[in-house]
């Protein structure tokens, strides 16, 4: 490896398109992956999502070269991850936490992999302050927590400054501070200009991060589009329900923000609103409404319309 002055390196320009095309993978009679073609665009934060065993991780790990596709395609900028010509440099992954020695220290663990890699042994020190780490760098692996070894995994992924980001199930072991923390550096990631794939197997969890969705189930195409869009599509009929001390302004907001607002307006100030997120109405009635009393999503709940989804026991429309 050459030019280990990462910070020298130019930024990641022009960022990278994942192209999955026609992708199958057989395990013996079981097909885990069946013919799975998405696009992957730069500067944007791609939800991969599935239920547990759906084909995400198998997806993945052909992207990466670690398992051979029985048929299709998945490249990078149409390069296979083979043939890059530097990878660890175009690519960072967040897969599982193989390979990691238990008695070694967080700092040393990304010291031999700077040393592997040919870059310097104090970028190990940029990516653990990235992380959150810079205290624990010196503490062993075994004594990490969950979130921690997260936390160590990322920084693995982010040592040489790639322009591509994949990142498996990331949230996993994260206390609700380390989950807004992650979702905000998705966030920033993708704004630099960098492809971020991340996946998950509860849709609640990255719509309001990702850009961009792609759902699978059994190993094929569900759905793929804008996270707002998909999200609204499987979604269906819900609503958030909302109950403030300015029902009538924060109607009048939520209408010329683009959602349905259920008329009459039920007793007590109370509105049920289609076509928007609890997000976007909570910003709203924070804005408009006066006084919250009372905000939630309302049936069918966003996750349990997700697993009829996938389980087949509903259609996107
Ligand atoms: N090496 C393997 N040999 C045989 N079957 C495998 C192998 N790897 C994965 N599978 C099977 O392929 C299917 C997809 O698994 P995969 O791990 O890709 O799903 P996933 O969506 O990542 O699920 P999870 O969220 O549980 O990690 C599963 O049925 C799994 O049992």
Not at 24 to 51: I, M, Q
Not at 125 to 143: C, F, I, P, S
Not at 179 to 207: F, Y
Request: glycine letters at 12%.
């Amino acid at each position: 490896m050459t030019s280990p002055e990462v910070k020298d390196a130019p930024a990641p320009a022009g960022g990278r398109t994942l192209e999955f095309r026609g992708l199958s993978k057989r395990y013996r009679d079981r097909s885990a992956v069946e013919d799975l073609s998405f696009t992957v665009g730069p500067g944007r934060v791609t939800g991969f999502l599935g239920p547990n065993g759906a084909g995400k991780t198998t997806t993945l790990r052909m992207l990466l070269g670690l398992t051979a596709p029985t048929s299709g395609t998945a490249t990078i900028d149409g390069q296979l991850y083979r043939d890059l010509e530097r990878p660890l440099r175009t690519v960072g992954a967040m897969l599982d936490e193989s390979g990691t020695h238990r008695r070694r220290t967080g700092r040393d663990h990304l010291r031999v992999q700077c040393a592997a890699t040919g870059l310097p042994a104090r970028r190990a020190d940029e990516v653990l302050d990235h992380v959150g780490l810079a205290k624990a760098g010196g503490r062993r692996y075994e004594e990490y927590s969950l979130g921690m070894r997260q936390r160590l995994n990322l920084a693995q992924a982010l040592l040489g400054d790639p322009p591509v980001l994949i990142l498996d199930e990331p949230s996993n072991g994260l206390d609700p501070e380390g989950i807004a923390w992650m979702r905000s550096l998705l966030k920033k990631l993708a704004a630099e200009g960098r492809t971020v794939l991340v996946s998950s197997h509860l849709i609640s969890e990255v719509e309001q991060t990702a850009d961009d969705l792609v759902i699978i189930s059994q190993g094929r195409l569900v759905a793929e589009g804008p996270s707002r869009e998909i999200a609204a599509r499987v979604r269906g009929e819900s609503r958030v329900r909302v109950r403030c001390s300015r029902p009538a302004e924060l109607a009048a907001a939520l209408v010329a923000a683009g959602a349905t607002v259920a008329d009459p307006p039920a007793e007590d100030g109370l509105l049920f609103v289609g076509g928007l997120g609890t997000g976007a109405v909570a910003a709203l009635a924070a804005a408009h409404g006066g006084e919250l009393y009372e905000l939630a999503e309302d049936a069918p709940d966003l996750e349990q319309a997700f697993l009829r989804l996938t389980q087949g026991k509903a259609e996107i429309r």
